[in-house]
């Protein structure tokens, strides 16, 4: 926080990799067969989510402990079990995970000296019917585009949401 009393901004890597280590380490401790698609999954265990004997034991059938105060730790291990429990995962990010790679965000994508002689903004950019009435400027600004996606190196984030989709949402990963 600041004056403003705002939460501080952690790139979105960083998030992403608190919450890929949590979700090893309920990977880790959670049995296998109380996983998705476990015909156990409904039984008990006393198992720990956390590892920590000095916090509550969460179990994979337990609801999380009321406690006034809860750490992050402790939603990133519950956002962790609820991964493992999905069957699907939608992940929203916004301009920020890819501006973290060092790619430009929708307010700077079209701040190009030509862009501004012609008076066009972004939102008027994306509209296809550049590409009929000056295709040269449609296939200029959707190349660009392209090609600085193509070209950036991807952050630790992109990595782990690929391996969670290979590994923890692929038919394969699945109990059949």
């Known amino acids: 926080g600041g004056a403003g009393g705002g939460v501080a901004r952690r790139p979105a890597a960083v998030w992403a990799t608190t919450a890929a ?6 990977s ?22 956390t590892g920590s004997e000095s916090r509550p ?56 000296a030509a862009y501004h002689r012609m008076g066009v903004t972004y939102a008027d950019l994306c509209d296809p019917v550049w590409m009929r009435k000056k295709p040269e400027v ?4 959707w190349g660009r585009c392209f090609n600085d996606y193509m070209n950036t190196q991807p ?8 391996n969670w989709c290979q590994n923890i949402f692929s038919p394969s990963s699945s109990a059949a």
């Open 155 to 162: 952050h630790e984030g992109y990595r782990i949401v690929r």
């Open 57 to 112: 034991s969460l179990t994979a059938t337990s609801k999380p402990p009321e406690r006034v105060l809860r750490t992050m730790e402790d939603d990133f291990v519950l956002a962790a079990r609820a991964i493992l429990d999905a069957d699907h995962l939608l992940v929203s990010a916004g301009a920020g995970f890819s501006a973290d790679c060092g790619l430009p965000v929708y307010k700077d994508i079209a701040n190009v």
């Open 138 to 141: 449609f296939y200029g600004f």
């Open 21 to 26: 280590a949590a979700t090893k380490e309920v």
């Open 28 to 49: 880790k401790a959670v049995p296998p067969l109380l996983r998705r698609g476990s015909s156990s999954a409904g039984s008990s265990s006393s198992r720990s989510l």
